[in-house]
């Protein structure tokens, strides 16, 4: 017996669910790529992605999900035979620094644990002993970092490391991964020393996958001029031409666009201060409820400080039994789709997603379904999470 007629729930951390008004602002004809309107629209794009980044640099829009973004952030400032530093958390700087690597970079990676953040203490302790190594500047280029793993569920504090690494007196640009994070929870590319960042349109921008997003600063820009790995489609200094099929190194991808100018006129018109509380309250929701069904000591929070635990997506790992069968109750009986474990947590956890276009009835409603399905399937576990769930919300969000 199913109760999964109705609309699915999506519940993975990206692609994301997508708003009603951005699928039906994409629904309309193309139109030509030379008008005025559409070089507008081009123009209010990027003003307006560099404002969810918030800085007063360049933006530039690829058509490219996030490991497009990836690409064009390292080919942009990076030479081969450079020397870049990557801080573990889980999987996704990882990822980049490999791309990096496969380009002819060296890299070395600052030992992490998926269950916790990055130390920033580290990171200053690390670039202090490259400085001792060469004095004139450091081996390292650059220092990658994700501010959200969606592989872990972690957040890391961007703000503390370009302190840190100020601090250490290092040159290394610091370049950000906010795939999970933009949109969603602060950014503060200018103010935390941020020199590159990149995002992707599939999760806190609600925007189908297909857009890359990178923002570069003055500095940046500057070690542009001398990079090696430049290739004419990701290459910064060809995306700022006066042209405007420049923009996009050829057609630009106008459905796409229709829809990311929707989506961004959703978030600007809720705030984004309010779009960052409504994704912290719904994600301790979601925390609560684990904390409760973690009583059954069958699943637990892969993230052991609390501190550390994003607002984007929860990653609860599973002992004892096998979170495909949760998942697969979850999908096939309620129409709930929930994350898969990757990367070291495969076949080890679950996750809940709880980023972009989502709001109450949206969590409340899958923290039932997975109440339920702990029951159903004789999973160990805690009563009473979902409703922990309703108590936080209750006791946050006043008549």
Not at 111 to 136: H, N, S, Y
Request: charged share 25%.
């Amino acid at each position: 017996m199913s109760v999964r007629a109705g609309r699915e729930f999506l519940a993975i951390p990206g692609p994301t669910t997508i708003p009603d008004e951005v699928l039906r602002a994409m629904h309309r004809p193309a139109v030509d790529i030379y008008s005025g309107p559409l070089l507008a629209l081009t123009d209010g794009l990027l003003r307006d992605v560099a404002r969810v980044f918030r800085t007063a640099g360049r933006a530039y829009i690829y058509i490219a999900n996030g490991h497009g973004a990836w690409e064009a952030s390292l080919t942009n400032v990076l030479s081969r035979g450079d020397r870049i530093l990557v801080l573990e958390s889980g999987r996704f700087a990882i990822g980049w620094g490999e791309s990096a690597r496969r380009m002819g970079v060296e890299v070395e990676v600052l030992k992490g644990d998926m269950r916790r953040a990055v130390r920033p203490d580290e990171v200053e302790a690390r670039l202090k002993a490259d400085l001792a190594e060469k004095p004139a500047g450091g081996t390292f280029k650059a220092v990658l970092v994700a501010q959200i793993d969606t592989a872990s569920g972690v957040v890391n504090d961007i703000e503390a490391i370009g302190k840190a690494m100020r601090a250490a007196g290092h040159d290394a640009l610091l370049m950000v991964d906010t795939v999970a994070s933009l949109g969603c929870m602060p950014f503060e590319m200018d103010a935390w020393g941020v020199d590159v960042a990149m995002s992707g349109s599939q999760k806190g921008m609600m925007t189908p996958p297909g857009l890359g997003f990178v923002a570069a600063n003055d500095r940046a820009r500057e070690r542009h001029r001398k990079a090696g790995l430049r290739t004419p489609y990701w290459d910064w200094t060809d995306r700022e031409g006066d042209q405007h099929y420049q923009k996009y190194a050829g057609t630009p991808p106008e459905h796409l666009l229709f829809g990311l100018r929707q989506a961004l006129d959703l978030l600007f018109e809720e705030g984004l201060e309010n779009a960052f509380r409504r994704h912290r309250l719904l994600a301790e929701a979601v925390r609560r409820a684990v904390g409760i069904w973690a009583e059954g000591q069958a699943i637990g929070f892969n993230i052991i400080e609390p501190a550390e635990r994003c607002d984007t997506v929860t990653a609860v790992l599973a002992k004892g039994f096998d979170p495909e069968t949760l998942r697969a109750y979850c999908d096939r009986n309620c129409g709930v789709i929930l994350g898969h474990g990757i990367g070291e947590l495969s076949g080890k956890a679950f996750r809940i997603a709880h980023m972009g276009h989502v709001n109450a009835p949206m969590v409340l409603g899958l923290l039932g379904v997975i109440e339920m399905a702990l029951e159903a399937l004789r999973i160990p576990h805690g009563k009473g999470g979902a409703q922990a769930g309703i108590d936080w919300l209750a006791e946050q969000v006043k008549a």
